[in-house]
T-cell receptor, first 116, second 110 residues
Framework: NAGVTQTPKFRILKIGQSMTLQCAQD?????MYWYRQDPGMGLKLIYY???????DKGEVPNGYNVSRSTTEDFPLRLELAAPSQTSVYFC???????????????FGEGSRLTVL | EDKVVQSPLSLVVHEGDTVTLNCSYE??????LLWYKQEKKAPTFLFML????IEKKSGRLSSILDKKELFSILNITATQTGDSAVYLC??????????FGTGTRLKVLA
């Protein structure tokens, strides 16, 4: 199983550019999340989704957008990139539809984004 | 506002020492408390706790939850250099969110 797959792993953007971080999971999880982690800090929730077609804001949603058209995919869009968005981004998922409720949050490997 | 607070922020010990990491939480409709270990990349799962007073163990690591006082501790006995990492705790809420603390950075010296 691939688990949670994020792309790209690294990206450098110029101020004002836009990009999409891709996230896909193959575990039939209904909950998906995007976090950012700044140096020496914990994980801050950007957006989350409890199922296809349903998304909601987390703690730090400004400057980002998400969509959830399928159970598997949860892309994160950065519009008009700013230096403050330089961070490591993690996608995560949990809770299998129709499966055991283990509560464990599964993470992708992370995407390191630098905005110059 | 939901929040999770971890202490200490950082800790330096010598191999063989025992450490206790703390995690307190204030979360709407609390469901469970999770501990993760983060080395260079993504966090890796250690424990999930849902019931008060029941210790979970995995080798030299153990954890317990107190739902009355709203905290959890993670103990590591006979520490090794491989235990050096950031330890994160997260509270899972009834609003389907996992709220993370800032983490405790543990360094184990040989």
């Amino acid at each position: 199983n691939a688990g949670v797959t994020q792309t790209p792993k690294f990206r450098i953007l110029k101020i004002g550019q836009s990009m999409t971080l891709q996230c896909a999971q193959d575990m039939n999880h209904n909950y998906m999340y995007w976090y950012r982690q700044d140096p020496g800090m914990g994980l801050k929730l950007i957006y989350y989704s409890v199922g296809a077609g349903i998304t909601d804001k987390g703690e730090v949603p400004n400057g980002y957008n998400v969509s959830r058209s399928t159970t598997e995919d949860f892309p994160l869009r950065l519009e008009l990139a700013a230096p403050s968005q330089t961070s490591v981004y993690f996608c995560a998922s949990s809770y299998s539809i129709g499966g055991p409720n283990t509560g464990e949050l599964f993470f992708g490997e992370g995407s390191r984004l630098t905005v110059l | 506002e939901d929040k999770v607070v971890q202490s200490p922020l950082s800790l330096v010990v010598h191999e063989g020492d025992t450490v206790t990491l703390n995690c307190s939480y204030e979360v709407t409709n609390f469901r469970s408390l999770l501990w993760y270990k983060q080395e260079k990349k993504a966090p890796t799962f250690l424990f999930m706790l849902t019931s008060s007073g029941i210790e979970k163990k995995s080798g030299r690591l153990s954890s317990i939850l107190d739902k009355k006082e709203l905290f959890s501790i993670l103990n590591i006995t006979a520490t090794q250099t491989g235990d050096s990492a950031v330890y994160l705790c997260a509270a899972f809420s009834g609003t389907y969110k996992y709220i993370f603390g800032t983490g405790t950075r543990l360094k184990v010296l040989a």
